[in-house]
């Protein structure tokens, strides 16, 4: 079957946190959302039937996750990523921000350190600050419009640190870590007897020439150490059912991990386990065709970019559907960064809230149609004009 990415579905007023009208505001001067990170995609068939026989059926007591949940989640990490993942290790949880909520409280102490890289994803730091836990950030460096991790920091950073949340593929920078990347992080953490979380939600969508390497996947001792953390909620759009996998192979922090878990009464709601299931028996067309489209939008954005924007340099993504933009060449304050992109009609995430110091980046969703995209980049590319000439 091939799936028509191209077609515009409207969002607005069906309960779309990117397209609710508190955020873009309506009408004619309605902003065009480019910011939080879903696709504007429907869902597979599958997906959807699966959902309606649920609903069909018209009751809905209290659920134990489907028989073959783990089964299926196990299925795409071997047959996608090459990880051997068994169902024993597995366990459900409400999104991923929640995942790393249980883990900072079931791996740490308050006062304790979390590491993470810098910028990043906004809950590494604000749940693991809401948990009372110390952040301390590795920042990533940005080298030849690529960023890259800083492994004497790293080194040094990690000796302070109990457990490090590392995101691959990387949210914001889009990077999709290289074996020895992995490797060398991973020979850090086991000096260090640092524990991890390894956010690999962005794991399916990864462009031409990079591999996703599950982390966990690497050596058993790595494995033990490892939460792995995944949904298909990014490739299969399907992010507001909030149901997540979370692979623990170590028995005594999943222990530690699963008593949090269950002292907080973390649960998901059938509906979110229902469509994981049929999502990951049925997906690998619709997840290879949604990369390919993805990546050729990719494309599409960075030459739009490097043709017809001034002051604005795209960082080229390896995986994901989030375009790092540098705006250090529009020469704005940074405070007016966001307001730039308003002004233009666009709303974007402004890069700040994922701390990030200069306070000249922004994030640009490409997880859209083609005509919608088109139409964002080219209101960027009449303001960008317009300021620069
Ligand atoms: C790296 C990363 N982790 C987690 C999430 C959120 O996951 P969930 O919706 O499962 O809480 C996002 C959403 O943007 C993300 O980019």
Same mark, same amino acid.
């Given at each position: 079957?091939?799936?028509?990415?191209?077609?515009?579905?409207?969002?607005? *007023?069906?309960?779309?946190? +990117?397209?609710?009208?508190?955020?873009?505001g309506?009408?004619?001067?309605?902003?065009?959302?480019?910011?939080?990170?879903?696709?504007?995609?429907?869902?597979?068939?599958?997906?959807?039937?699966?959902?309606?026989?649920?609903?069909?059926?018209?009751?809905?007591?209290?659920?134990?996750?489907?028989?073959?949940?783990?089964?299926a989640?196990?299925?795409?990490?071997?047959?996608?990523?090459?990880?051997?993942?068994e169902?024993?290790?597995?366990?459900?949880?409400? *999104?991923?921000?929640?995942?790393?909520? /249980?883990?900072?409280?079931?791996?740490?102490?308050?006062?304790?350190?979390?590491?993470?890289?810098?910028?990043?994803?906004?809950?590494?730091?604000?749940? &693991?600050?809401?948990?009372?836990?110390?952040?301390?950030?590795?920042?990533?460096?940005l080298?030849?419009?690529?960023?890259?991790?800083?492994?004497?920091?790293? &080194?040094?950073?990690?000796?302070?640190?109990?457990?490090?949340?590392?995101?691959?593929?990387?949210?914001?920078?889009?990077?999709?870590?290289?074996?020895?990347?992995?490797?060398?992080?991973?020979?850090?953490?086991?000096?260090?007897?640092?524990?991890?979380?390894?956010?690999?939600?962005?794991?399916?969508?990864?462009?031409? $020439?990079?591999?996703?390497?599950?982390?966990?996947?690497?050596?058993?001792?790595?494995? =033990?150490?490892?939460? /792995?953390? /995944?949904?298909?909620?990014?490739?299969?759009?399907?992010?507001?059912?909030?149901?997540?996998?979370?692979?623990?192979?170590?028995?005594?922090?999943?222990?530690?991990?699963?008593?949090?878990?269950?002292?907080?009464?973390?649960n998901?709601?059938?509906? $979110?386990?229902?469509?994981?299931?049929?999502?990951?028996?049925?997906?690998?067309?619709?997840?290879?065709?949604?990369?390919?489209?993805?990546q050729?939008?990719?494309?599409?954005?960075v030459?739009?970019?490097?043709?017809?924007?001034?002051?604005? /340099?795209?960082?080229?993504?390896?995986?994901?559907?989030?375009l790092?933009?540098?705006?250090?060449?529009?020469?704005?304050?940074?405070?007016?960064?966001?307001?730039?992109?308003?002004?233009?009609?666009?709303?974007?995430?402004?890069?700040?809230?994922?701390?990030?110091?200069?306070g000249?980046?922004? =994030?640009?969703?490409?997880?859209?149609?083609?005509?919608?995209?088109?139409?964002?980049?080219?209101?960027?590319?009449?303001?960008? +004009?317009?300021?620069?000439?």
């Open positions: 079957m091939t799936y028509d990415f191209d077609r515009v579905i409207d969002r607005r *007023g069906r309960n779309s946190a +990117k397209w609710d009208r508190r955020f873009i309506e009408g004619e001067n309605a902003l065009l959302p480019f910011w939080v990170a879903d696709t504007d995609f429907e869902t597979l068939p599958e997906v959807k039937q699966a959902l309606s026989d649920c609903v069909e059926h018209g009751i809905f007591g209290y659920t134990l996750p489907p028989e073959g949940c783990p089964a989640a196990a299925r795409w990490q071997q047959v996608r990523h090459g990880f051997h993942v169902e024993e290790w597995i366990s459900f949880l409400a *999104g991923i921000d929640c995942a790393i909520a /249980t883990a900072v409280q079931a791996l740490t102490q308050p006062g304790e350190a979390v590491l993470i890289n810098t910028p990043i994803y906004t809950p590494f730091f604000e749940m &693991a600050e809401r948990c009372g836990r110390q952040v301390i950030e590795s920042p990533m460096r080298i030849n419009g690529r960023y890259e991790f800083d492994f004497d920091d790293f &080194a040094q950073k990690a000796k302070q640190a109990k457990l490090f949340l590392l995101c691959n593929p990387h949210n914001p920078t889009a990077r999709c870590l290289t074996r020895e990347e992995l490797e060398k992080l991973g020979a850090i953490c086991e000096e260090n007897d640092l524990l991890i979380l390894c956010d690999e939600i962005h794991a399916d969508i990864v462009f031409d $020439g990079h591999r996703h390497i599950p982390l966990a996947s690497l050596s058993p001792e790595l494995a =033990r150490r490892t939460i /792995t953390c /995944t949904s298909p909620s990014k490739t299969f759009s399907v992010a507001g059912l909030v149901a997540s996998v979370i692979i623990i192979p170590d028995p005594e922090i999943r222990r530690r991990f699963i008593e949090v878990k269950e002292r907080n009464s973390i998901t709601g059938i509906l $979110g386990l229902v469509a994981m299931e049929a999502a990951y028996l049925h997906g690998d067309a619709y997840a290879d065709q949604v990369c390919r489209y993805l050729a939008n990719r494309d599409f954005a030459d739009f970019f490097r043709k017809n924007i001034p002051g604005i /340099t795209p960082i080229v993504p390896e995986a994901t559907f989030l790092w933009l540098d705006c250090s060449g529009l020469g704005l304050p940074r405070e007016k960064l966001e307001g730039f992109f308003t002004s233009a009609g666009l709303r974007l995430s402004g890069g700040s809230a994922y701390r990030e110091p200069t000249q980046f922004a =994030r640009l969703n490409f997880g859209c149609a083609r005509a919608t995209l088109e139409q964002g980049l080219t209101r960027i590319e009449a303001a960008a +004009k317009a300021r620069l000439g």
